[in-house]
């Protein structure tokens, strides 16, 4: 590895412009920041220099990105690597050793050629002590920094060990992969003239522009398929008729796994890639699952090609393997629960499309419900839904179109159960009469739960808070996500007692031995992660949210909103993401450890197979989701 050159003093004012443009610098006073400055040399690290090494560099400066980024990542005693982090330009490095004393747990690495602002670490701790939000601020950052071990040895102990190479999925950007050589058509041009030049050329796309050369949409051979050859479009007509418009792009530095999930969640196949405003090549799902065989983008082509339960069936048994990758290969576990429930829609999309019997004169559209509806999916599939559609005439709603509507939801249901088996959750369905009515119907359910907000009602009606239409919104879900939200949102004596089902999920307090030790003494075995601690996260980000009027379903955007929005402090954001991301580790990776025992996937872990530091962080776990209690019953006396 390639070390870094000498350090060199950077003029104040230099310093002082950008330590002022990121927190906690910009909290400081214009003399303290000048004060700062004056102490502030830069260091050069070319691409590959090790800026910290673990276990060895002693650390004397506190390191803020200029330019440039870099990777953070773990070397276990057998030298395989395992990459925790990546940092870019504003963020700060050796906070956490430089309070404890102690040397690095990390190697850090420059991704790229990088510049270090340097604050010595006498400069360093004299700020943290006299400064008040200059100390809040690096004291929640080596409270993150203990988190993100926990999660790190997670992964270390929990799956196989791999080699560097392994990850690169998450540290290759698109640069490295993108085409540079794209073709254009002029928006003019017929549309045999632009499929005769894809087939000259041997390409599966091609970007149209005006007259002025500005770039107004692009066309791809499926847009030929499906929106010329399928309809019979004459072939005589402007490209500009079937191109797909606005064109949607990736910044070319982005990470390969940004772009697979942008690509995913559009359904497009081909991306052009942008530095600043210019167009510099496309990349396309081809060349990333030439670039990485465990690409999700492989299991999301062959679903649509999937006509029986069968083999949806078989083809979902390879989803563990895709997330233990994506778990090795240094993914968030909130990245894996994204991919997971973007493959689970597909394949409700994919059964709608093989169930597609429906009254011609009702128009149903399918709600998915709770963890489905906020993208959080496990390896234990979650597929609640609810039925609706718009009020008709009498005729509209004859027993006839019931028949038909019920049919469908029990072909769906039989599916699904077919797929899953004993791994499948489905508590909540349209097969149900009462989850399968027209929109006024639905509204008359929220009156009712909010005239008599009793733990049973309320429990029902926490499902359906979390609520998406599985192909897309529309007018008709718009307005039925509406009137929960509004009519709920504005009700006190529902928000009551949602506060108060939250306050009613007491979080353990400790561990001792195999056993769980709860508020009031008692010993239980056995912790569910879901009920005792991703739910209540998930409860009280809703329930907050619905408090402000921020419409947002996931769990860790609605964090996001909350912060934003000044609702929750920087502290209670920053824990309670990092402690939120590592229970859905421990939850992935305690199911994958099922699944290869032949278990069924479980959200129940024994506490003897938990590391001590396991341990140590779902105690502070167990403790901040007590803060939030206390938080709960300020806001609602």
């Not at 330590?19 to 303290?32: A, T, Y």
């Not at 939200?485 to 561990?511: G, N, T, W, Y």
Request: glycine residues 4%.
């Amino acid at each position: 590895m390639i070390e870094n050159l000498p350090a060199y003093a950077v003029p104040p004012k230099i310093a002082v412009h950008f330590l002022e443009r990121f927190s906690p610098f910009k909290e400081l006073d214009s003399v303290s920041i000048e004060e700062l400055a004056k102490e502030v040399e830069v260091e050069f690290y070319p691409k590959g220099a090790v800026i910290f090494r673990q276990h060895l560099t002693e650390v004397t400066h506190l390191h803020v990105i200029h330019k440039g980024s870099v990777q953070v990542f773990v070397r276990s005693e057998s030298e395989t690597l395992t990459l925790k982090n990546l940092g870019g330009e504003g963020e700060t490095l050796g906070a956490s050793w430089l309070i404890s004393h102690e040397k690095p747990d990390v190697t850090v690495e420059a991704l790229e050629d990088t510049f270090c602002f340097l604050i010595p670490k006498a400069i360093f701790l004299k700020f943290l002590s006299e400064q008040l939000a200059f100390g809040l601020f690096f004291r929640d950052e080596f409270q993150r920094d203990r988190i993100s071990h926990a999660y790190s040895e997670t992964r270390l102990e929990g799956m196989r060990s791999i080699g560097m190479k392994r990850y690169d999925y998450f540290t290759t950007r698109v640069s490295d992969i993108i085409r540079p050589n794209f073709n254009f058509v002029n928006s003019s041009s017929t549309i045999q003239e632009a499929a005769r030049t894809m087939a000259k050329l041997r390409i599966g796309s091609l970007l149209v522009r005006d007259s002025s050369t500005n770039i107004l949409g692009i066309i791809t051979k499926k847009d030929l398929r499906t929106r010329v050859v399928a309809v019979g479009l004459d072939y005589n007509r402007p490209v500009s008729e079937v191109m797909s418009t606005p064109v949607l792009t990736i910044p070319v530095q982005a990470r390969l796994f940004e772009a697979t999930l942008r690509m995913v969640r559009r359904q497009i196949s081909h991306l052009p890639a942008v530095k600043g405003s210019q167009v510099v090549g496309i990349i396309t799902t081809h060349d990333i699952m030439v670039h990485q065989a465990a690409s999700p983008v492989i299991l999301f082509r062959e679903i649509k090609s999937r006509q029986t339960a069968d083999s949806m069936n078989e083809l979902s048994r390879k989803i563990p393997g895709v997330v233990r990758n994506l778990i090795e290969e240094g993914a968030k576990a909130s990245h894996c629960t994204n991919i997971i429930s973007l493959f689970h829609d597909r394949i409700f999309v994919r059964a709608l499309k093989l169930f597609s019997e429906s009254p011609r004169s009702v128009r149903p559209f399918f709600m998915l419900l709770g963890k489905a509806a906020r993208m959080e999916q496990t390896l234990l599939p979650t597929y609640d839904y609810a039925v609706i559609y718009q009020n008709g005439s009498e005729k509209d709603n004859d027993n006839t179109s019931e028949n038909l509507l019920e049919k469908r939801t029990l072909q769906l249901n039989n599916f699904f159960e077919s797929c899953f088996g004993d791994n499948l959750i489905l508590k909540t369905s349209g097969a149900n009469p009462r989850w399968r009515k027209p929109l006024g119907v639905w509204s008359t359910y929220v009156e009712e739960w909010i005239s008599n907000p009793i733990p049973p009602e309320i429990a029902v009606a926490k499902k359906f808070l979390d609520m998406r239409a599985v192909t897309g919104e529309n007018e008709t879900t718009l307005s039925l996500k509406r009137l929960f939200f509004r009519r709920i949102s504005s009700s006190r004596s529902f928000m009551k007692s949602l506060a108060e089902d939250f306050l009613s999920l007491k979080p353990p307090v400790s561990f001792l031995g195999k056993a769980i030790v709860e508020e009031n003494g008692e010993q239980t075995q056995g912790l569910d992660l879901e009920n005792r601690v991703g739910s209540p996260f998930s409860d009280f980000a809703r329930l907050m949210c619905f408090k402000i009027a921020i419409e947002s379903n996931n769990t860790l955007e609605r964090f996001k909103a909350l912060y934003d929005s000044g609702a929750i402090s920087h502290s209670i954001y920053s824990e309670a993401t990092e402690f939120y991301e590592f229970q859905t580790q421990l939850v992935l990776i305690n199911q994958l450890k099922g699944l290869d025992a032949n278990l069924t996937p479980s959200f129940v872990v024994d506490p003897s197979n938990l590391s001590e530091l396991e341990k140590r962080t779902l105690k502070e776990t167990f403790s901040l989701l007590s803060q939030l209690q206390v938080l709960v019953k300020r806001k609602f006396p």
